[in-house]
């Protein structure tokens, strides 16, 4: 074989050939390898280095003028609520001049062979019901009073799903100052006699106190495990802001929330991530049908794809107040509807009522446990909510998920009903 190296020509067998190339491919790969190695060493130093100021100096900063450490409560302890207050309950007891120590989650107490949820979390420091296998931080403490989890409490984290929150909300009316702030977890909205509102604008006029919200890509039981995610937390300055050091602020914010698997993005739109995580679920619920049927990954996307588009048009007619790119540029936006798309719990229980034909709340009884597939629920707003403005046909998708759910239009529909109104869609884009 005669070939040109370095400008000379040379003549060598076949076999030394492949020998030579061989032998240069490996230590290219390898000298490869040892760079990305070294890159990510570096990495993860700093990533180190941002994970310990977040916990320490951030903290520090906002130290100097604290009055009393922020004392934190969790709404909620199903598979997100208990995990959520896991990373809550690990940051508090590495910043204590920050936090209380002791994070209280309010848990909807029920009884598992005879005896309490609550007890068994406190003194096995397992939620064996909806997070069972996760060891959870000794400062954790369930609570099954609602009003007492929440006395003298700075922040409250709702984690509850979604349907439960208007009666939670009355509950706690009343009995919570207007200092105290709050985050919340849950993808869904309120629609009633004042439209369609986000949930953090529900629990804001309700309860009179400042709400954000976090979403993201984030499937509970990879969070749980400490499997690398990220996350975005939205919360807009309140008008009567105490100062840093007296309040809550995005630095607070993060140092709640921010660990070394789970990292967060801390922005200004709460309208564009509640959105974004309220109507991906009902995306999931399509793709689930189209993958059930076992039309495959193509039938998926082209649900994701006409979902995207929905989320974001539905986003600008309703809540003008929320960025596109945040749709695309954060985690609470296409990333978490690919991850919910992929292995979400709305993807489980529509496969199972394509593959069974069984209903949505046979499925949801059937595979969840106890756990709740809130685009069953969220389908529904939005239907009820686009029919009373008059919008129906600008959302196809939505609109054909919630027709299959809740008046047994047949599966194989979907793809007919979506291209009729597609076009609408695309024209309004
Ligand atoms: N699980 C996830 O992967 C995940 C991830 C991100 C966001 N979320 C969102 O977080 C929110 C909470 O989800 P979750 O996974 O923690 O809940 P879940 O689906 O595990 O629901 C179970 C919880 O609901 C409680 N519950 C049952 N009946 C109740 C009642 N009548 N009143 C009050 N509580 C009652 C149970 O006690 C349990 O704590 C949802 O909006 C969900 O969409 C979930
Ligand atoms: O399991 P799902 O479908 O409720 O999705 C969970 C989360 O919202 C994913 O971020």
Not at 283 to 299: Q, R
């Amino acid at each position: 074989m005669i070939f040109n190296y370095l400008g000379r020509t040379t003549s060598i067998s076949f076999k030394r050939f492949y020998h030579f190339t061989n032998k240069r491919l490996r230590v290219t790969t390898s000298r490869r390898i040892q760079k990305i190695m070294a890159a990510t060493d570096r990495l993860n130093q700093t990533s180190d280095i941002i994970s310990h100021s977040m916990q320490h100096s951030d903290s520090t900063t906002s130290l100097a003028a604290l009055e009393k450490p922020f004392k934190v409560t969790v709404v909620g302890s199903g598979n997100w609520g208990t995990t959520i207050a896991k990373v809550i309950a690990e940051n508090t007891a590495l910043n204590p001049q920050l936090f209380a120590r002791r994070v209280d989650m309010w848990v909807f107490d029920e009884k598992i062979n005879g005896k309490n949820l609550t007890e068994i979390i406190n003194t096995q420091h397992e939620n064996v019901k909806y997070l069972p296998g996760i060891e959870l931080p000794e400062n954790l403490y369930a609570n099954p009073d609602l009003l007492d989890s929440v006395r003298d409490t700075d922040i409250i984290v709702f984690n509850i799903p979604h349907q439960f929150l208007p009666r939670i909300v009355q509950q706690l009316k009343g009995h919570v100052s207007k200092h105290v702030r709050a985050i919340s977890c849950l993808k869904g909205f309120e629609v009633g006699p004042k439209g369609v509102q986000l949930l953090s604008s529900y629990v804001t006029e309700e309860l009179g106190i400042q709400c954000g919200a976090l979403s993201g890509a984030n499937l509970a039981p990879e969070v749980a495990l400490e499997h690398w995610s990220e996350t975005t937390v939205a919360y807009h300055m309140p008008a009567d802001y105490r100062g840093e050091g007296r309040d809550v602020d995005h630095k607070v914010l993060k140092a709640l929330f921010h660990r070394p698997y789970f990292h967060v993005s801390v922005i200004e739109d709460v309208a564009g991530i509640s959105i974004a995580g309220a109507l991906k679920n009902v995306v999931a619920l399509g793709c689930g049908f189209v993958e059930g049927l076992g039309w495959g990954n193509n039938a998926a996307a082209a649900i994701q794809r006409v979902g995207l588009g929905e989320i974001i048009k539905f986003g600008r007619m309703f809540f003008p107040e929320s960025k596109v790119e945040t749709y695309y540029q954060e985690s609470a936006g296409v990333a978490d509807l690919i991850t919910t798309c992929s292995g979400g719990r709305n993807v489980k229980v529509a496969k199972a009522m394509a593959k069974t034909g069984k209903s949505a709340e046979e499925c949801e009884k059937e595979l969840l446990n106890g756990q709740s597939a809130q685009g069953l629920i969220t389908c529904k707003e939005v239907h009820e909510w686009l029919e009373s403005v008059n919008h129906l046909d600008d959302f196809p998708l939505f609109e054909a998920v919630y027709q299959i759910v809740y008046n047994n239009v047949p599966m194989d529909k979907l793809p007919d009903m979506i291209e009729e109104l597609d076009l609408g869609l695309k024209e309004t884009a």
